[in-house]
């Protein structure tokens, strides 16, 4: 079954302790993406990866590392997590960002909630 | 700077009428593609439907439909004959390069 799975599902650490949620997907894709999702704000974009060891930041990276190593496995790091990272994340993926003028849909994975405490 | 704008936090609709959910963009990239997603209550995001910044007409998915008016920079969800399944949190968004922003959300109510 094509998917993006994400681990953990569910997390609750405390401020400081470093952590890293898992992303990976079994469709080949290109681009991938990570997200937090905030109640008001909807998603907004953190890293995304074009490719393999190709990375950029979207508009909220402050506090986040990410590594594209592999094409499969795009994982969220946070080094010292802050409360104010308390949020649901998303991975996503794509084919890539863009083919032949055509804008490709992401298919997320189910979301890792994060509670920092 | 991009920007994505859904004006309605929460709607309700009658079982089988139709429904619109607002969304406006704005950015100064002529190339850009435009998508809904529909997140129920069990949380996963689900594609709905798409649109590209130079299609000539409107997509069309089954019941839904995007009303894109270009000059006004407007790329509104039509989703005809609502079923209690379509009550979800509906989110508008946009890709720009490798650049992907989202909206607020819409929150929609079908009522039996």
């Known amino acids: 079954e094509a998917q993006v799975t994400q681990n953990p599902r569910y997390l609750i650490t405390v401020t400081g302790k470093k952590l890293t949620v898992t992303c990976s997907q079994n469709m080949n894709h290109e681009y991938m993406s990570w997200y937090r999702q905030d109640p008001g704000l909807g998603l907004r974009q953190i890293y995304y990866s074009m490719n393999v060891e190709v990375t950029d930041k979207g508009d909220v990276p402050e506090g986040y590392k990410v590594s594209r190593k592999e094409k499969r496995n795009f994982p969220l790091i946070l080094e010292s997590p802050s409360p104010n990272q308390t949020s649901l994340y998303f991975c996503?993926?794509?084919?890539?960002?863009?083919?032949?003028?055509?804008?490709?849909?992401?298919?997320f994975g189910p979301g890792t909630r994060l509670t920092v405490l | 700077a991009q920007k994505i704008t859904q004006t309605q936090p929460g709607m309700f609709v009658q079982e089988k009428e139709a429904v619109t959910l607002d969304c406006t963009y704005d950015?100064?990239?002529?190339?850009?593609?435009l998508f809904w997603y529909k997140q129920p209550s069990s949380g996963e995001m689900i594609f709905l439907i798409y649109?590209?910044?130079?299609?000539?007409q409107n997509a069309t998915e089954g019941r839904y439909s995007l009303n894109f008016q270009k000059a006004r920079k407007s790329a509104n969800l039509v989703i005809s004959a609502s079923q209690l399944g379509d009550s979800a949190m509906y989110f508008c968004a946009m890709t720009e390069g490798f650049k992907t922003i989202f909206g607020a959300g819409t929150r929609l109510f079908v009522k039996a």
């Open positions: 649109q590209g910044s130079y299609d000539q």
């Open positions: 950015t100064s990239d002529p190339s850009y593609g």
């Open positions: 996503a993926s794509s084919l890539s960002a863009r083919t032949s003028g055509y804008y490709n849909e992401q298919f």
